[in-house]
């Protein structure tokens, strides 16, 4: 579950995209955010509120 999202956030990020994915400890399915964490495709994660700070941030 979760790879084909994994695998295209995997290609932003090798692209130059900043990438963010949802905790564990936030979600109640963690297949995509744990498939993207594996590849490597992450480079920041948090809960919800976090991330979405973090995003206003970028800009």
Avoid: H, Y
Avoid at 4 to 33: E, H, I, K, W
Wanted: charge should be negative; charged fraction near 20%; glycine fraction near 14%.
């Amino acid at each position: 579950m979760g790879k084909d999202g994994a695998a295209g956030l995997l290609r932003l990020r090798q692209a130059g995209a900043t990438t963010l994915a949802q905790d564990q400890a936030s979600c109640v399915v963690f297949g995509m955010p744990g498939e993207a964490i594996k590849l490597g495709a992450v480079q920041e994660t948090g809960c919800p509120e976090a991330l979405a700070d973090r995003v206003v941030s970028l800009f």
